[in-house]
């Protein structure tokens, strides 16, 4: 099993990279927000994989973060919810906002996401309630509200994991009523420390 991969940007599209290994060149599926990641042409990338095996086809899905890897293998777990649905939910919504919306039931977030409508997204909250672990519900508690997600899309399209920035974010929880920007500052001094 392929689990990770670190290469050379080679090509990006829509919703995939090309990295080189070596005179190998791989096509790997990835979630908006790992492209928001990956930087220019060129550069070396590390991503966490997870090679997708059907009876026609053979199909590597890469992230950013254990967290989208994780939470990406869930959703294909369930029924009715193939690797493009999973990887659709993890372009439009972080995968702490996908456990919290599992976690307190919220079939409207799940919603959001094209192709996904209240009897999918139950069946999504019906089958993992129960199997995500105690962290993902610590972590999805320390105060990820609204404003916080915006903090946590800054700081992961800045280079930074998604754990580094809920660590950073639960230290300056407090400040909810602070702008965006200010927010952004005080979780990037926290980075720095």
């Known amino acids: 099993m392929i689990v990770g991969i670190t290469g050379i940007l080679e090509q ?34 590390r991503l966490h994989t997870h090679l997708h095996v059907k009876e026609d086809n053979l199909a590597l899905y890469g992230f950013s973060s254990k967290e989208e890897l994780e939470i990406f293998g869930f959703l294909i777990s369930v029924p009715g919810v193939g690797p ?68 946590l899309a800054a700081l992961t399209a800045l280079g930074y994991s998604v754990a580094e920035s809920n660590h950073a974010i639960s230290a300056i929880s407090s400040n909810g009523d602070l702008p965006l920007e200010e927010r952004v500052r005080l979780a990037l001094q926290q980075l720095a420390r």
């Open 84 to 151: 493009r649905m999973a990887l659709s939910m993890l372009s439009s919504m972080s995968p702490y906002d996908i456990a919290g919306a599992i976690l307190n039931e919220n079939t409207a977030t799940l919603s959001r996401t094209p192709g996904i409508g209240k009897k999918i997204a139950s069946r999504i909250i019906l089958e993992l309630k129960g199997k995500l672990k105690d962290a993902w519900l610590e972590s999805t508690a320390i105060g990820m509200t609204e404003s916080n997600t915006d903090v």
């Open 12 to 45: 990006i599209g829509n919703d995939w990279v090309i990295l080189r290994l070596g005179g190998v060149e791989i096509h790997i599926n990835v979630p908006t927000s790992t492209l928001s990641t990956m930087g220019a042409i060129g550069n070396q990338v």
